[in-house]
């Protein structure tokens, strides 16, 4: 199944116990916080953790997602309801609604065609007020990442809330013009074995600056690591900060 950690609830669940709060979420929030009671979009919000950590920082926050089962995970967690949660996608979104609009987990690589990704970056555009953020990471290509997308660097044991042990690893299947297929495979100790697919965009740093300037941003800064280091650094991001 496409995108499965997301709409396969037993895969949402592995999901959540992989990808608990880090240092990615730190350095989003960090940029809200420049911010004051922002209003705050989080577009592809998933499971909801970096929205409701921006919610309990003293934001108002609107988590958009077109998956239902991964909103489901959002809204029985601790603080959900002080989040708003909107199973959509960009072209729902209200009209000069947000101060800051962030995609957090790599969701700009999502948006294959240059076609959507032109459309979403619109959209964010228009619902942004004048003056408002946009932030976002997408890996840099410069860094070859998928390289190591492979059974032996990628894989691991992600434990379950309830005690269960989940093996897990990764495998390019394709690569074609800036674009990544690949493939997640999951074992559960009953022997149950499930399968995500997906394909990713890299898009190299002079790309990600033309369409945002195209789409009417202004971009402030594009930082290579989590720390805010220059464009090359060994996490291998592009983290985007552009300005409506």
Same mark, same amino acid.
């Given at each position: 199944?496409?995108?499965?950690?997301?709409?396969?609830?037993?895969?949402?669940?592995?999901?959540?116990?992989?990808?608990?709060?880090?240092?990615?979420?730190?350095?989003?929030?960090?940029?809200?916080?420049?911010?004051?009671?922002a209003?705050?979009?989080?577009?592809?919000?998933?499971?909801?953790?970096?929205?409701?950590?921006?919610?309990a920082?003293?934001?108002?926050?609107?988590?958009?997602?077109?998956?239902q089962?991964? *909103?489901?995970?959002? @809204? /029985?967690?601790?603080?959900?309801?002080? =989040? $708003?949660? !909107?199973?959509?996608?960009?072209?729902?979104l209200?009209?000069?609604?947000?101060?800051?609009?962030?995609?957090?987990?790599?969701?700009?690589?999502?948006?294959?065609?240059?076609?959507?990704?032109?459309?979403?970056?619109?959209?964010?555009?228009?619902?942004?007020?004048?003056?408002?953020r946009?932030?976002?990471?997408?890996?840099?290509?410069?860094d070859?990442?998928?390289?190591?997308?492979?059974?032996?660097?990628?894989f691991?044991?992600?434990? *379950?809330?309830d005690? @269960? /042990?989940?093996e897990?690893?990764?495998? =390019? $299947?394709? !690569?074609r013009?800036?674009a990544v297929?690949?493939?997640?495979?999951?074992?559960?100790?009953?022997?149950?074995?499930?399968?995500?697919?997906?394909?990713?965009?890299?898009?190299?740093?002079?790309?990600?600056?033309?369409?945002?300037?195209?789409?009417?941003?202004?971009?402030?800064?594009?930082?290579?690591?989590?720390?805010?280091?220059?464009?090359?650094?060994?996490?291998?991001?592009?983290?985007?900060?552009?300005?409506?």
């Amino acid at each position: 199944m496409r995108h499965a950690e997301f709409n396969d609830p037993r895969l949402v669940a592995v999901y959540d116990a992989e990808c608990p709060w880090s240092r990615e979420d730190d350095f989003f929030l960090s940029v809200v916080n420049e911010t004051l009671a922002a209003r705050v979009l989080d577009l592809g919000c998933g499971t909801g953790r970096l929205a409701l950590g921006i919610s309990a920082a003293g934001h108002s926050v609107t988590g958009v997602d077109p998956v239902q089962a991964s *909103l489901e995970a959002a @809204r /029985v967690k601790p603080g959900a309801g002080q =989040v $708003t949660w !909107i199973e959509g996608t960009s072209p729902d979104l209200p009209d000069a609604s947000f101060d800051v609009a962030v995609m957090t987990s790599h969701v700009a690589q999502f948006f294959v065609q240059y076609s959507e990704w032109e459309r979403t970056l619109a959209d964010l555009k228009r619902t942004l007020v004048l003056g408002g953020r946009l932030v976002f990471e997408t890996r840099d290509p410069e860094d070859r990442g998928w390289e190591k997308w492979n059974a032996e660097d990628s894989f691991r044991r992600i434990t *379950l809330p309830d005690g @269960r /042990v989940v093996e897990a690893w990764t495998e =390019v $299947t394709d !690569i074609r013009d800036g674009a990544v297929s690949f493939a997640i495979h999951y074992e559960f100790p009953d022997g149950e074995a499930l399968l995500s697919t997906a394909t990713l965009r890299f898009r190299p740093e002079d790309h990600v600056r033309t369409f945002l300037e195209h789409a009417g941003f202004v971009v402030e800064q594009i930082y290579g690591g989590w720390n805010r280091e220059n464009v090359g650094a060994e996490d291998g991001e592009l983290l985007v900060i552009a300005r409506a």
